[in-house]
T-cell receptor, first 115, second 113 residues
């Protein structure tokens, strides 16, 4: 199994530009999570999906952030417009079920730098 | 609300020695899971070990073991025979019935040759 796949691995962009982060969960996993990690705030859950449906987006910092999961094998996290404070490592994770019995498997992360 | 606290921002250990990383959590739930994740400089999160709250036996994975004290809400990670490859940031995490992970702020482990 290839594990959770994220792309790009690194992204450098200028303030005001749109940024799209992509995630392919492990095949067969029903839940998908987006996290953001910064030195100041640690690891934060932004949003998660169960069976392609957004369940909890309370962690999304503001309207500039949006996430979609059009099918079971693909999700995007979009930031428009991007700001320097969005610079962070963004992780995607997936799990096999919708209960708390399932371990989350993390992707390698996307390191975002907004200049 | 659930919280996870790692009170040791940094720890160091001599190679081949044993080190224990601390984690405490606060919850009113009785059914939950606890995890330790390792994050090396590559930033990829790696699952180290997990513990089901209903199990009294402490989880063990090779050189990694936990001391789970449910009443005290404590979940420490012991690394035996430390290796240079163990150097990383270690995150303690909690997940309850809401299916949301709560992470501690991490403990940076340095292994001294």
């Amino acid at each position: 199994d290839a594990g959770v796949i994220q792309s790009p691995r690194h992204e450098v962009t200028e303030m005001g530009q749109e940024v799209t982060l992509r995630c392919k969960p492990i095949s067969g996993h029903n839940s998908l999570f987006w996290y953001r990690q910064t030195m100041m705030r640690g690891l934060e859950l932004l949003i998660y999906f169960n069976n392609n449906v957004p369940i909890d987006d309370s962690g999304m910092p503001e309207d500039r952030f949006s996430a979609k999961m059009p099918n079971a094998s693909f999700s995007t996290l979009k930031i428009q417009p991007s700001e320097p404070r969005d610079s962070a490592v963004y992780f995607c994770a997936s799990s096999t079920g919708t209960s708390n019995q399932e371990t989350q498997y993390f992707g390698p992360g996307t390191r975002l730098l907004v200049l | 609300a659930q919280t996870v606290t790692q009170s040791q921002p940094e720890m160091s250990v001599q190679e081949a020695e044993t080190v224990t990383l601390s984690c405490t959590y606060d919850t009113s739930e009785s059914d939950y899971y606890l995890f330790w994740y390792k994050q090396p400089p590559s930033r990829q999160m790696i699952l180290v070990i997990r513990q089901e709250a209903y199990k009294q036996q402490n989880a063990t994975e090779n050189r990694f073991s936990v001391n789970f004290q449910k009443a005290a809400k404590s979940f420490s990670l012991k690394i035996s025979d430390s290796q240079l490859g163990d150097a990383a940031m270690y995150f303690c995490a909690y997940i309850g019935t809401g299916n949301q992970f709560y992470f501690g702020t991490g403990t940076s482990l340095t292994v001294i040759p």
